[in-house]
């Protein structure tokens, strides 16, 4: 049995290295442009963030302020 007897198309070939752009296994992280380019989408360069805890104190009035109430 020959490769081209499994598969008619032939051995597949690896293009480039993709393994530096966003793999998302639930939707296509990739495209083809009409002139044949492939387009990835790249990592974000950061996956940290801030979380603010009890951020309403901080934008409430303060009593005694202009416009908040008595």
Excluded: C, H, Q
Aim: net charge negative; hydrophobic share 45%.
């Amino acid at each position: 049995m020959t490769l081209a007897s499994v598969n008619p198309i032939g051995a597949s070939t690896t293009l480039f290295d993709a393994s530096r752009y966003a793999i998302d296994p639930n939707a296509r992280s990739f495209d083809v442009s009409n002139d044949g380019r492939f387009l990835f989408v790249k990592p974000p360069a950061s996956l940290n963030f801030n979380v603010i805890l009890n951020w309403w104190s901080e934008v409430s009035p303060m009593p005694g302020a202009a416009g908040s109430p008595p």
